[in-house]
């Protein structure tokens, strides 16, 4: 009987993957843990969704526009910011407009209550940021931030291979 080679009986070595330390799944942990801790405010004080919030702020930002340019500014899919402007109109903080240049199209405009809410929330949201980056040194702020346009850039990048 042929004795097996040695290629054909080591085991094959393979690169292995640490969840726990693997960029991605590392960013996607962290994002989830500072997004619930300033989503009770948000959330449990003003009854927004995570969308809508995201569109208030996106409003006030951007001023009026169309649902297509807030899913944009606030990488919210088409679905989520039709129903996130659903529940702010419902709720009385913005309301539809015919677009100017198109009547078939529509303008998302943030009503005066919309700004005041956005106005009671953003403090309160800011000054989370403000304790997660207390930590930080105003130099090591500014490399944070350096070094996360840069992974945004090669991440773009690497979207753009596709």
Known sequence: ???????????????????????????????????????????????????????????????PVSATEIAAHSTLDKMSTSRAVNGLEEKGYLRRADAADDRRNKIIILNPTGQELYNK???????????????????????????????EQRAQDLQEQK
Not at 33 to 38: A, G, K, L, P, T
Not at 47 to 52: D, F, G, V
Not at 121 to 149: C, M, N, W
Request: aromatic share 8%; glycine share 4%; hydrophobic share 45%.
């Open 1 to 63: 009987m042929p004795k097996p080679s040695a290629e054909k009986s080591a085991p094959k070595k393979h690169t292995a993957l640490h969840l726990q330390n693997f960029l991605p799944y590392r960013l996607v942990v962290l994002a989830d843990q500072v997004s619930h801790c300033i989503a009770h405010i948000y959330g449990d004080r003003f009854n927004l969704t995570r969308p809508e919030w995201r569109v208030l702020a996106a409003l006030v930002e951007l001023g």
């Open 121 to 151: 929330i953003a403090p309160l949201v800011l000054a989370q940021e403000a304790y997660l980056l207390e930590i930080f040194s105003k130099e090591e702020r500014s490399t944070l931030d350096r070094l996360l346009r840069g992974l």
